[in-house]
């Protein structure tokens, strides 16, 4: 399938692009990252133009992002009901609730590019527990902006070798990723938590 899309490019562009980022979104298996580098390919070869590109991944993206969080906001709070019929449950569910509300916005932001994978599921939770829309869409739109620029740019940058790009922004966005790692995990070791020893 991707081999197809990648046909299609040329033909249908900007289209194409955001509705595979669209999908994408909804947890469709969709091929958008590689997509996105092959637009940023023929934005360097003059065939599309760059900002475009950007923006209409972006667009696609924050459209299915939508989707998602309402999807939740109307069905998730239904089964959410049932499930807090439980006591148990329910103590879990309030403490997933509070840490959404502590923790919401970065996480929304995250979930767009360096964990892009779960971005499908948060918008589900976002919308199922209540959280805020416009802090929702806020988030979500930085993040989607930040992954549409930085696979477009590099597929720029690389002038279309697929290859090369994915391998360096795999390492990029890994390095980002452990670092990220090491100081929340540093901070979690050495900082004490507020009201205790």
């Known amino acids: 399938m991707t081999d197809w899309l990648l046909a299609l490019v040329p033909q249908y562009g900007l289209w194409l692009l955001a509705a595979t980022t669209f999908l994408s979104c909804l947890a469709l298996p969709f091929p958008a990252s590689i997509l996105m580098l092959t637009a940023g390919g023929f934005a360097a ?24 969080f309402w999807a939740g906001r109307g069905f998730g709070t239904l089964v959410l009901a049932r499930l807090r019929a439980d006591p148990g449950r329910d103590r879990l569910l309030a403490k997933a609730d509070a840490l959404m509300d502590r923790r919401g916005l970065v996480a929304v932001f995250l979930s767009r590019w360096l964990v892009s994978p779960l971005g499908p599921y948060v918008n589900l939770i976002a919308g199922s527990t ?22 477009v740019g590099f597929g720029y940058g690389f002038a279309g070798n697929l290859e090369a790009a994915t391998d360096m922004l795999g390492s990029v966005l890994g390095m980002i ?12 070791l050495f900082v004490p938590p507020r009201g205790g020893v």
């Open 45 to 68: 070869a003059g065939d599309l133009v760059l900002w475009q590109a950007v923006l209409a991944a972006a667009t696609g993206a924050v459209a299915g992002d939508q989707l998602g």
């Open 130 to 151: 209540g959280y805020g829309w416009p802090r929702f869409t806020a988030a979500g739109v930085v993040g989607e902006v930040v992954w549409a620029g930085l696979y």
């Open 177 to 188: 990723g452990g670092a990220g790692a090491v100081l929340a995990l540093g901070y979690w």
